[in-house]
T-cell receptor, first 112, second 116 residues
């Protein structure tokens, strides 16, 4: 079952912050985050494993709450280059045979 | 180093035909996974191959199949094409299996399949 991403779309001004959420109805082992720009291939952002860890890369960070089966992606002081569609991919606990299940994506538009 | 290469980039097929798509992973990568991307459903996992063995499979009919060769190149085959198979097919390669390990996947540009 696909994880649910929210919001579906968001428009921000450069410099504003954004939060993208990813929720699953199943117990999760890991959450993968990717960004895809229009007409391009998805690009890896980060992976979070169960254990409630947080990760960060430049001004993009994420958290994973395995008890709530939720992950959030935080983009601070957004830049024009952050525009694109963000996907979370989840691997459920004991579900390696299912592969990664991706959400439908969150469209992020950063305006000058 | 070269990225993930998918061929062809664009393909138009007729309903009922079959199609084979190719994916050449990054040198040294042994895992190749395939995805179908459509506006309505987003990215959907098809299957993953690691060291020539299918490791896992998504919820797709048996018309979708794949294989991996000893050089890690992978092909995906769709038989008896339906209009609903029109989509962007992406493959991704990684050093280790994409699930179960802390592994970054690198995506190709995709093959745009149109079924008419």
């Amino acid at each position: 079952q696909q994880p649910v991403q929210s919001p579906q779309a968001v428009i921000l001004r450069e410099g504003e912050d954004a939060v993208i959420n990813c929720s699953s109805s199943k117990a999760l082992y890991s959450v993968h985050w990717y960004r895809q720009k229009h007409g391009e291939a998805p690009v890896f952002l980060m992976i979070l494993l169960k254990g409630g860890e947080q990760k960060g890369h430049d001004k993009i960070s994420a958290s994973f709450n395995e008890k709530k089966q939720q992950s959030s992606l935080y983009l601070t002081a957004s830049q024009l280059s952050y525009s694109g569609t963000y996907f979370c991919g989840t691997e459920r606990t004991g579900g390696g045979a299912d592969g990664l299940t991706f959400g439908k994506g969150t469209h992020l538009i950063i305006q000058p | 180093k070269a990225g993930v290469t998918q061929t062809p980039r664009y393909l138009i097929k007729t309903r009922g035909q079959q199609v084979t798509l190719s994916c050449s992973p990054i040198s040294g990568h042994r895992s190749v996974s395939w995805y179908q991307q459509t506006p309505g459903q987003g990215l959907q996992f098809l299957f993953e191959y690691f060291s020539e063995t299918q490791r896992n499979k998504g919820n797709f009919p048996g018309r979708f199949s794949g294989r991996q060769f000893s050089n890690s190149r992978s092909e995906m085959n769709v038989s008896t094409l339906e209009l609903g198979d029109s989509a962007l097919y992406l493959c991704a390669s990684s050093l280790a299996p994409i699930t179960g390990l802390n592994t970054e996947a690198f995506f190709g540009q995709g093959t745009r399949l149109t079924v008419v």
